[in-house]
């Protein structure tokens, strides 16, 4: 099974409130990333990161803010939720460190479901 | 967008059938991975196929990739019940000016195959 962890598994919290999503690999995975996905949509990548202290906006405009101070840890936080901000967050790693990058694929969490009322 | 398109969005069938699941891309890729996605959860890794493979297999996953047609397929043979989720294609585009390491992946929305008993 997956060494990738997020938590909370579901998270309900009123609308301003400050929330952190944790995301832990224990794979030593350069790569680290956070998808937003909505119920029977695809996923679109709102963060990146390839290795410490290096993160980078994805394709999908967000609020949101991550942070790779650990090589095993990828947080994003987001400092004001709104309703909008309801929706199914997937982290991922990829990537060993060795061999082409091209012939790795993702290991995802089990994600967190976000609901902002 | 790179963005790869699945086809059918939605395909049910009767346990021991085959399912055929088809995605197209629109850009030059590195890479093409199969992910399913069971309700709620994260999505699994289930194949890649590199852009100078023709087909792959795995246990009773077939994957075909036609780099002329920008298409591939994932056929499921002997389908189960358990086989029931959602099965994405995304693609890990060559990105011109930054080289093709940074394995970045592009989902589609995914076909729903449901197998009954």
């Known amino acids: 099974e997956a060494d990738i962890y997020q938590t909370p598994r579901y998270l309900v919290i009123g609308t301003g409130k400050k929330i952190t999503l944790e995301c832990s690999q224990t794979m030593g995975h350069d790569k680290m990333y956070w998808y937003q996905q909505d119920p029977g949509m695809e996923l679109h990548l709102i963060h990146y990161s390839y290795g410490v202290n290096s993160t980078e906006k994805g394709d999908l405009s967000s609020e949101s803010t991550v942070s790779r101070i650990r090589t095993e840890h990828f947080p994003l936080t987001l400092e004001s939720a709104r309703p909008s901000h309801t929706s199914q967050y997937l982290c991922?790693?990829?990537?060993?460190?060795?061999?082409?990058?091209?012939?790795?694929?993702?290991?995802f969490g089990s994600g967190t479901r976000l609901t902002v009322v | 967008s790179q963005q790869g398109e699945e086809d059918p969005q939605a395909l049910s069938i009767q346990e021991g059938e085959n399912a055929t699941m088809n995605c197209s891309y629109k850009t030059s890729i590195n890479n093409l991975q199969w992910y399913r996605q069971n309700s709620g959860r994260g999505l699994v890794h289930l194949i890649l196929?590199?852009?100078?493979?023709r087909e792959k297999h795995s246990g009773r996953l077939r994957v075909t990739l036609d780099t002329s047609k920008k298409s591939s397929s994932l056929l499921i043979t002997a389908s189960r019940a358990a086989d029931t989720a959602s099965y994405f294609c995304a693609t890990d585009a060559v990105r011109l000016g930054r080289g093709s390491t940074l394995g970045r992946l592009y989902f589609g929305r995914g076909t729903q195959l449901t197998v009954w008993p």
């Open positions: 991922a790693s990829s990537y060993p460190g060795t061999g082409n990058p091209s012939n790795y694929g993702y290991t």
């Open positions: 196929i590199r852009s100078n493979e």
